[in-house]
């Protein structure tokens, strides 16, 4: 009797990385916002950072992935045979060997990148490598995402925008009155043009766009 276990339908896997995002969401995003809370007093200004380093990971987790499967592709272009199309086999490929994935290398790109954010900033003796582990996690997660048909992403929300009830809650400080985002703590995620979890964002009267910290 074969020990080989079937590999995942892209269903379970789906549902599988959906409950780690959303794991994500309500443990390590909390545990990255009290560490935060330690060097910044503005709860607005930590939501930010969070927001953006999610947005930020998808980011360059998107970029490896389409560079990663280039190289897969011209690797399995010349002794594919099928039954499966190319397509099929590279994201099977790259689905099994995730551990090829230069996650660090991502996290590096994130880091880089919130550093000249024009939206947020940190205090000079602390470097956002502290958020490192929370980056990493969603990094793979999003990664992972790219390998299922179809693909999973997160909607990109922007200050002063209306408020969307379909892919978004209310913080619980919100003004529920209120028709525009203020700032977004968490983003929706998507398939196509379906929502399949809803982010979160602060809405309140009388103010269209967070403060800048830089």
């Known amino acids: 009797m074969s020990s080989c276990r079937p590999w995942p339908t892209d269903a379970s896997r789906q549902a599988h990385l959906v409950s780690r995002f959303n794991a994500v969401y309500s443990q390590e995003r909390r545990e990255a916002q ?6 910044i007093e503005d709860p ?16 360059a987790a998107k970029t490896a992935f389409r560079h990663f499967k280039i190289r ?5 272009a ?11 086999a590279v994201l099977d490929y790259i689905s099994r060997q995730q551990e090829l994935y230069d996650v660090q290398g991502s996290v590096n790109d994130v880091i880089r990148a919130m550093n000249v954010h024009p939206k947020i900033s940190f205090p000079p003796e602390i470097d956002f490598i502290l958020l490192s582990s929370f980056i990493r996690e969603l990094c793979r997660i999003a990664f992972a995402m790219q390998t299922l048909q179809p693909a999973l992403d997160i909607a990109l929300g922007t200050d002063g925008e209306l408020f969307n009830e379909r892919k978004y809650r209310r913080t619980y400080d919100s003004d529920f009155t209120a028709p525009l985002v203020v700032y977004h703590v968490w983003p929706a995620l998507m398939e196509n043009d379906n929502v399949v979890m809803k982010g979160e964002a602060f809405t309140k009267r009388g103010v269209l766009v967070g403060p800048t910290t830089r």
């Open 78 to 88: 010349p002794s594919h045979v099928g039954p499966e199309s190319l397509e099929d």
């Open 72 to 76: 897969v592709r011209k690797s399995l």
């Open 44 to 59: 607005e200004v930590v939501h930010r950072i969070l927001y953006i380093a999610t947005v930020e990971s998808f980011r």
């Open 34 to 39: 009290a560490l935060l809370t330690r060097y």
